[in-house]
């Protein structure tokens, strides 16, 4: 409803209100013929009356009729109040409306009319009372034009309004909530991100004692009781460790903060080596093990072969735990050449329990394996195939399966790389072997005789190959004659040194007896002349076959060689080392990693204590621990960079649990030279020590070296 305006007299008319002169009512109903009281008689959509000064309606044209439902033809004498009264749907209006009629001013309003049949409608009024130009009487004129489509359009307008407007501040709502919600889940990302980073440095740090003390161990005389509670000690803490990498690992791509290096590298050795990792686990379930690497491989390419060495670790690590019976071989082969760049597919291949084709779709999902049953028989945290997927993807491959169930599965993968070109070619170390030469290969596997067979073809050398003891003994004793016998030392009904023995008391061994062996297997046979390691390194071997064939002997290596070797390596690179590490366990570890490779270090307990040694002696290697009391690893490494200056900076190695990028990127930016992660390995440790001693052999050329990546 809308309010009553009253215009006085004296008081200008709005243009909005509807201005009727009195001149076209003048003769009422006597001047019927006059045409404009015709068309105003007949108006369609505006009601028109006109009542006495004394407010009784005495005409009303249809219109008005139509709109309200009176009969105003009907005889009474009606008034515009009682009109006002009858129609309006607001009573008090109505009485509002007609309490200002005497006022003989001009009225204008809005309001809802009622039909007698009891529909209504909006209407705008105007009421005015005006003079007779001929002298007559005053008239009072009442005009209700039906608005009810304007109405309704202004109230749809108006509830478009509100719906827009109430749009408006529900977005601003769900934006200030995605801020915040964009806030919380930064400071929560960062706080898991903070969690997860000093869990693993609480547990890598006794994990070090755990595995360090182990690998001490191993290296003293035991028997085969406690070496076999050794190796279960050093196999749950190396299972622990690799539940801690697979959870950073899966945070961080989580986060899509995972980075890949671009560093050259050698490609073979980096399945080779991968291969070995997991050599001991699968020979101790008397499972071949076999690397057939395609000839057509780059051999130096770019990219990041720590993540490629993982995507290897987790395949042969899922292959020999779900194989009992059979082989594992890794397989490797150039798929397309491009514009510098190599399109490289591997796979890893088992005899294991398969896989049913309905369950694989869940092979690459974090945290799932096959079923409930795989996880508690075998274990796992089930993220290493979603890990090892998005790392083949990052290195522009894909990764599928092949697989049945009781017939052994197949995990391809593919990666984009390109190869590094060397400045140098890599000098010819190989000895040229003498045309004519023969190799016996006894290898019950199919696939590591194949290997054997190209791998030899390489050498070059004339090979003839069999499956077991007996075709080997049936050719020497039809006279056959060998210059080299490479034996695989498990077999099909016999044991390869037993037949060894055996060929050597009928005096049919004219040649040298080489064992193809697993690692950490011992041979104390005589009539064994050498052995190879499996899973088999290419170049060690053809290196190791061609020495063989060109002298006509084999030096024979003696259970202790590996370690007087690594005893050697302080000979060889003399560095004078600190320690600096709080940890009791974690000294323990280091000084006899330390010992082992023939190093005798200056041990300190904090970082004072370090600045102050590295200040009063010149140590060309300081291994710098990280998080100790008063003065951490990085504040007494730029106490040290800051006091001695550039020209005369020792060789920095970070020790620490933390292996996070910012850790890294701290260690750096703190002047550090190189960063090693606990558990401290010997040979990463060895690896260290060899790039202090080539700083310091050739400063000039190697200011500094990266960060490594352990």
């Not at 294991?352 to 409930?372: C, E, M, T």
């Not at 061994?509 to 064992?515: D, H, R, S």
């Not at 300190?604 to 621990?625: K, N, Q, S």
């Amino acid at each position: 409803m809308s309010p009553i305006n009253v215009i006085t007299e004296n008081q200008p008319q709005t243009e909005a209100a509807p201005c009727f002169q009195g001149r076209a009512f003048s003769t009422s109903r006597r001047s019927g013929g006059n045409s404009l009281q015709q068309a105003v008689a007949t108006a369609e959509k505006i009601g028109l009356a006109v009542a006495t000064r004394h407010r009784v309606i005495e005409w009303a044209n249809p219109a008005l009729g139509r709109q309200t439902g009176i009969d105003f033809a009907a005889p009474g004498n009606l008034t515009l109040d009682a009109f006002l009264r009858a129609v309006f749907v607001d009573a008090a209006a109505a009485d509002r409306l007609a309490a200002v009629l005497p006022t003989g001013g001009k009225i204008t309003a809005t309001h809802e009319i009622r039909h007698r049949d009891g529909q209504t409608f909006w209407a705008d009024l105007t009421i005015e009372l005006i003079p007779d130009d001929a002298g007559g009487p005053a008239k009072y004129l009442l005009a209700a034009e039906d608005i009810s489509p304007f109405r309704s359009h202004e109230e749809e307008m108006a509830r478009a309004t509100a719906a827009i407007t109430d749009l408006d501040n529900q977005f601003e709502l769900a934006i200030g909530r995605t801020q915040q919600l964009a806030v919380d889940a930064a400071a929560a990302n960062q706080a898991k991100s903070a969690f997860l980073a000093m869990m693993s440095h609480e547990i890598r740090t006794p994990l070090n004692g755990v595995i360090g003390m182990a690998c001490i161990l191993e290296s003293t005389a035991l028997d085969e009781e406690q070496r076999e509670c050794l190796r279960t000690i050093k196999m749950s803490g190396e299972a622990l460790l690799a539940v801690i990498n697979d959870t950073l690992d899966y945070s961080k791509i989580e986060a899509g903060r995972l980075d890949l290096e671009e560093v050259e590298f050698d490609l073979r050795a980096c399945a080779e080596e991968a291969a070995e990792l997991l050599a001991s686990r699968a020979f101790a379930k008397k499972l071949e093990l076999v690397c057939d690497l395609g000839d057509d491989l780059p051999r130096r390419v770019i990219g990041d072969p720590a993540r490629l060495r993982q995507i290897f670790v987790n395949l042969i690590g899922n292959a020999v735990k779900f194989t009992a019976t059979g082989e594992i071989v890794v397989e490797g082969r150039l798929e397309t050449v491009g514009d510098g760049i190599r399109s490289l597919r591997f796979a890893v291949r088992d005899t294991g329990i398969g896989i049913p084709a309905d369950k694989q779709h869940r092979l690459f999902h974090s945290f799932s394996q096959v079923d409930a049953s795989t996880t508690r028989k075998y274990g796992g945290t089930g993220l290493g195939l979603a890990i090892s997927k998005r790392l083949a993807e990052l290195m522009g491959g894909k990764m599928r399966v092949e697989s049945a169930a009781g017939a052994g599965s197949s995990f391809i993968f593919t990666l984009q790389t390109r190869v590094a070109t060397p400045a140098v070619p890599p000098p010819v170390t190989t000895p040229a072997v003498p045309p004519g030469r023969r190799v016996l290969v006894i290898d019950d596997n199919a696939s590591s005789r194949g290997v054997l067979l190209r791998y030899l073809d390489n050498v070059p050398a004339r090979t003839v190959a069999v499956a077991d003891a007996a075709a080997a003994t049936a050719l020497l004793d039809r006279g056959e004659r060998f210059d080299l016998v490479l034996i695989d030392h498990h077999l099909a009904g016999s044991e390869g040194p037993d037949w060894a023995r055996a060929m050597a008391a009928g005096g049919r061994k004219t040649c040298p007896f080489i064992l193809l062996t697993a690692l950490g297997e011992t041979v104390a046979e005589p009539a064994i002349d050498g052995v190879i390691r499996k899973p088999l390194r290419r170049e060690a071997f053809t290196d190791r076959v061609s020495q063989i064939l060109t002298t006509g002997h084999a030096a024979r290596i003696t259970p202790n060689a590996a370690a007087q070797n690594a005893t050697g390596t302080a000979l060889r690179q003399p560095l004078k080392i600190l320690l600096a590490e709080d940890n009791p366990v974690n000294q323990v570890v280091a000084r006899h990693h330390l010992a082992r490779l023939g190093y005798k270090a200056t041990m300190v307990t904090d970082g004072l204590l370090a600045v102050d040694a590295a200040l009063t002696e010149d140590f060309d290697v300081i291994l710098m621990d990280i998080q100790m009391p008063d003065c951490d690893g990085f504040e007494a490494t730029r106490r040290i960079r800051q006091a001695r200056g550039l020209a005369d900076r020792p060789w920095i190695v970070a020790l620490t649990a933390g292996v996070s990028p910012a850790d890294r990127s701290d260690a750096t930016e703190a002047g550090m030279n190189d960063y090693l992660a606990k558990p401290l390995r010997p040979e990463a440790l060895e690896g260290a020590l060899t790039r202090a001693w080539e700083q310091k052999s050739t400063p000039a050329e190697i200011p500094a070296a990266p960060v490594a990546r352990i």
